[in-house]
């Protein structure tokens, strides 16, 4: 399938709604891609992550993005990957950003928990009060295998209740567990806040876990879920049920108007889906971490394409879930 197709530009609806040029805010969210390499290959990933993958980011880059943030009150880092646990220089990392008072997330497939050498990962997560942020499709095992790959879920579930054991996601722990909801499809995905009390009802009655919060993301038109969308015959329908939801409130508060995102080699995007897609950072500001200028990222113009409907349709989608 052809996926040419002459849709709606999405500047022409943030046109529609008064939000043309799309500009930052400023920034609170400094998210790192530390590289690609993953121990899965979920069928939904944007970042098209996996053991093949040779993209890592080095440990000069790491010291460039801290010497970045020193110069800042940027209170959020945002680490995720592939598996970002898989970087040589993780824990060094997030031990670096916890020294300079940051509020960490890694964002975990739960399955690396399981290999030998990240056994000892919730501890360490436990022990930097860094907020875990797992991936969890669904709640019913063969749903989640399929999109995610035999077994994914049983492991998924241990590494959960390990969180669990050393206090995460439990009342005035202070140790924060969230999941993350992905469409096994070409839909979008439900209201978050009823979501969440069926994940919450039937996680807690079927294996016993609880954790905080439910983050539902919109599969974007990218990576392999493009590919699935294509090999479907499924890509014209989809793009149409995302711009026929496109939410002016949604495109108003989007991710990447708070957001910055550092992409493994220390190149600067507006977000982790524009990353993937090579859609630098322009219109006059910096374009690599080693560059940075708070005052001109804080006030850069976003770079936008058609992929953005995803974020804006319906009650929104970000790295924190629904927006609206």
């Keep these: 399938m052809n996926n040419q197709i002459n849709f709606k530009p999405f500047d022409t609806a943030l046109s529609e709604s008064k939000l043309y040029p799309l500009a930052a805010t400023g920034i609170t969210v400094f998210q790192v891609n530390v590289g690609r390499l993953c121990n899965q290959?979920?069928?939904?990933?944007?970042?098209?992550?996996?053991?093949?993958?040779?993209?890592?980011m080095r440990k000069?880059?790491?010291?460039?993005?801290?010497?970045?943030?020193?110069?800042?009150d940027i209170p959020t880092v945002d680490i995720t990957g592939g598996a970002p646990e898989m970087n040589p220089d993780f824990k060094w990392f997030v031990r670096e950003f916890r020294n300079r008072n940051r509020h960490v997330m890694v964002r975990s497939n739960l399955t690396i928990l399981a290999e030998p050498d990240y056994k000892d990962l919730p501890e360490f997560f436990a022990k930097n009060n860094v907020e875990a942020i797992a991936s969890l499709p669904y709640y019913s095992e063969?749903?989640?295998?399929?999109?995610?790959?035999?077994?994914?879920?049983?492991?998924?579930?241990?590494?959960?209740?390990?969180?669990?054991?050393?206090?995460?996601?439990?009342?005035?722990?202070?140790l924060i567990l969230s999941l993350v909801y992905?469409?096994?499809?070409?839909?979008?995905?439900?209201?978050?806040?009823?979501?969440?009390?069926?994940?919450?009802?039937?996680?807690q009655k079927r294996y016993?876990?609880?954790?905080?919060?439910?983050?539902?993301?919109?599969?974007?038109?990218?990576?392999?879920f493009l590919n699935y969308l294509t090999a479907s015959e499924n890509y014209g329908t989809y793009m149409?049920?995302?711009?026929?939801?496109?939410?002016?409130?949604?495109?108003?508060?989007?991710?990447?108007?708070?957001?910055?995102?550092?992409?493994?080699?220390?190149?600067?995007?507006?977000c982790d889906f524009n990353q993937m897609l090579g859609m630098g950072i322009n219109h006059g500001a910096p374009s690599h971490?080693?560059?940075?200028?708070?005052?001109?990222?804080c006030n850069r113009r976003i770079a936008t394409g058609i992929h953005c409907y995803g974020c804006t349709a319906g009650a929104g989608s970000s790295c924190g879930g629904a927006v609206v």
Aim: aromatic share 8%; charged share 25%.
């Design 182 to 203: 992905n469409p096994a499809g070409a839909f979008l995905p439900p209201a978050q806040k009823s979501l969440k009390a069926d994940y919450k009802r039937e996680m």
């Design 142 to 174: 063969p749903t989640a295998d399929r999109q995610r790959g035999s077994g994914v879920f049983k492991k998924s579930i241990e590494a959960l209740k390990h969180f669990n054991n050393i206090g995460y996601g439990k009342e005035g722990s202070g």
């Design 208 to 224: 016993g876990v609880v954790f905080n919060n439910l983050y539902t993301l919109t599969n974007m038109p990218i990576g392999r």
């Design 240 to 270: 149409e049920k995302l711009i026929q939801g496109y939410n002016p409130n949604a495109a108003s508060q989007a991710m990447c108007r708070y957001t910055l995102s550092v992409g493994w080699d220390g190149m600067l995007y507006d």
């Design 289 to 297: 971490i080693k560059d940075f200028d708070l005052n001109k990222l």
């Design 60 to 72: 000069d880059t790491m010291l460039d993005c801290l010497t970045a943030i020193e110069k800042t």
């Design 41 to 56: 290959t979920c069928k939904h990933c944007h970042v098209e992550a996996g053991p093949a993958r040779k993209e890592i």
